[in-house]
Nanobody
Framework: QVQLVESGGGSVQAGGSLKLSCATS???????MGWFRQAPGKEREGVAA????????YYADSVKGRFTVSQDTAKKTLSLQMNSLQAEDTAMYYC??????????????????WGQGTQVTVTS
């Protein structure tokens, strides 16, 4: 099991940037690490994922070119750099972990370990 703690959320104007961080309790270089978000009244959706072992990253179409996922396995930190934020990006953001590769990374059900979330609010 991996304990996860997100930070870095906040309120930002449309077009602005935020960087989310997720501290992990153990080395996760051989884990699929994902970022998900959930807006009120909507289902949780996959935003991005990274599998450091194979140096692979994955993105939802809605964030490609705007968000960048990265991982510092030595510092046990997962990050999500979010640029050109839009009102539609407003949501609670969660990091998640599962041992192994990122097949179907966008599906919340494949991730057994979750953080508590950090709120991102984009104002227009």
């Amino acid at each position: 099991q991996v304990q996860l703690v997100e930070s870095g959320g906040g309120s930002v104007q449309a077009g602005g940037s935020l960087k989310l961080s997720c501290a992990t309790s153990r080395y996760t270089g051989d884990y699929c690490m994902g970022w998900f978000r959930q807006a009120p009244g909507k289902e949780r959706e996959g935003v991005a994922a990274i599998y450091a072992y194979l140096r692979k990253t994955y993105y939802a179409d809605s964030v490609k070119g705007r968000f960048t996922v990265s991982q510092d396995t030595a510092k046990k930190t997962l990050s999500l750099q979010m640029n050109s934020l839009q009102a539609e990006d407003t949501a609670m953001y969660y990091c998640a972990a599962r041992w192994g590769s990122c097949g179907a990374w966008y599906a919340p059900a494949i991730f057994p370990d979750w953080g508590q979330g950090t709120q991102v609010t984009v104002t227009s």
